[in-house]
Every structure is written in C-alpha cells, then in structure tokens.
DNA sequence: TTACAAAATGTTATATTATAACAATTTAAC
DNA sequence: GTTAAATTGTTATAATATAACATTTTGTAA
C-alpha cells in the first residue's frame, strides 16, 4: 500500500486549480490565478509543477507547455501517458487505453535501449470541430 | 512523385549543421554556430527551423526543445514520429519501426477523434549508459 | 522534546525559448 | 516583365524556466 501524498499548502493550492480547469493550464497562467492566494513569484509556481508531476497528480502536454490533472487515479501511470490534442479547439484528453499501454509498455526496440517512461501525444481533430466544419 | 523540396540558403545552412550534428541541436545553440554564416537573429533560425519541420525535414524532441535530423528519408513520417530518449547520456534515436507505426496510425479511441499525428517519446537507459552503471 | 535532516517556501535576479511587427529582397510562376 | 509568394533582415518584446541564497516548516529518530 502506497502511502498518501499529502500536499503542501503551495501544491495543494495550484493541483486544485488545474483539477478543476476543463483545459490545461500553463505556467504563468497559473500565477496569475493564484497570486491572490499568496503565491507571488514564478518559481513557487514551478517548484508545485514539478512535484506534482513527480508524483503523477498531474501531467505535462510538452507539445503545449501546459499541465493537466491525471484523470488515471494518478499511481502509476505517470510513466505511461497518452493524450490525445484537437488542433482546432485545443481540447486536450488523458487516454486511458489499456491495449494501448500494453502495446507500448511492452515495445522493445532492435536498439537494445531499457524503456521506463514513454509520453504519447495524438493530434486530430475532436467530434465537435470536426461537425463545426461539415 | 513529390516534388524535390530546394532548401533556401538559410534552411540549407541550419539543415546541414543539424545533420551532421550527433546529437539534438537546441534553437540558441544552433543561433550560435551558424552566426559566422551571416545568421544573426533568434527569429531567421526559428523560420527556418519552422519549415524544415514542416517538410519533415528534421522533428522537434519536444521534451527537450531540440531538433533532430529525420532518420527516416524524411517524406510523409513526419506526422507519425517516435523517439528514444537515453536520459543518462541523453542520446535521441528516431524509431523506425513499421509494427509500432502501423499499431498508432491505426489506433481508434473510444472519443471519436480522428487522428492525423502522432509523436511518440521512450525515455530510458541507452545499452552504454546501462553497461556503466554496472 | 530535542536535535537533525529533508522538504518546502520566499525572494531577487537572470537564463532560455519563442514570437510580434514591419520593411526589404529574392524566387518562382504566369 | 509583372506579380504573388516565399524568404530574409532587423529591432523589440513576450513567454517559459532556472540559479542562487536565505529562511521556515515538517518529518524522523535519538
Ligand atoms: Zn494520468
Ligand atoms: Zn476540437
Ligand atoms: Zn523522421
Ligand atoms: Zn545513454
């Protein structure tokens, strides 16, 4: 049994305003919003950034420079992420896929390289701006 | 047939230090090299990095903000990229695999997306960084 | 319950990555 | 040759991220 993660006040703060954001939020974006609750400077906002990603509560979109909360139940599948991008409206959704992180999980390259951590990112185009241009 | 793309002198330039580059070149790393060439601005090597992506030319590691020669003759994989990523020696290797190509082009998501790109990044240990450590 | 180490915070400054805006020049097609 | 598209040149600025250092809080164990 893993033992729960309690956040600190900073990390408490910024995980709550990514897991309720319906996209995903960058970095100055996110101090922005929050400088009313204390957190001044850039750097507090990176240093929960990078501890909650650490700790797989949240995931960052490299394509995009923007984090988003795990909807995974977050344990271990920080080292396995797949997302899929709509180009037009940006919508951006964790897959969770189990065929697919087998596949992924499993692959072994010719090359000999030990794999611990791949990242996934689809785009397209989602239902909703794929109707918008019929 | 597709038509042979003719780089224009800026892109010639920042392509060839790119290729002959063993590693993954950062944006200001290759402003510096190629500054005795007559490049002297961020944005000259940002255009021309933009295009040669575009024609799939070189990929951008996105997890890295670096760019990488095309492995892979370069015409239409562009949209369906996969990277090994040795996060010891930080070796990038393009993965030119048909299986794994063929398994992500085809993949479907219970969302209703429809693809048309993919980009893929393995992190690990490259075969020499495994051997050191032992 | 104190002492120690680890983690988190606060703060200023700075480094790195990338684009806006506008003018001029080159290239390619008709 | 004329014109449109692509490329280049240039200055300034926006956006993303880390360095360095001091302090405080939290968890652990003697
Ligand atoms: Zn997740
Ligand atoms: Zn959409
Ligand atoms: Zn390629
Ligand atoms: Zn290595």
Tied chains: 1, 2.
Excluded: W
Excluded at 95 to 112: A, H, M, V
Aim: a positive charge; charged letters at 25%; hydrophobic letters at 35%.
């Amino acid at each position: 049994m893993r033992k729960m993660q309690n956040l600190s006040k900073n990390q408490q703060i910024i995980f709550d305003l990514i897991d309720k954001s319906p996209e995903p939020l960058k970095a100055y974006s996110i101090l922005f919003n929050v400088q009313k609750r204390g957190i001044k400077a850039p750097l507090q906002v990176y240093r929960a950034l990078d501890k909650l990603v650490e700790i797989g509560k949240i995931h960052k979109i490299e394509s995009r420079n923007a984090f988003i909360a795990c909807q995974n139940s977050s344990c271990q599948i920080s080292k396995a992420t797949a997302f899929s991008i709509c180009e037009s409206c940006e919508k951006v959704t964790e897959i969770n896929n189990s065929n697919l992180s087998k596949y992924l999980t499993g692959f072994k390259d010719k090359n000999g390289m030990k794999y611990n951590k791949y990242n996934l990112e689809f785009f397209g185009l989602c239902k909703k701006c794929i109707s918008k241009k019929s």
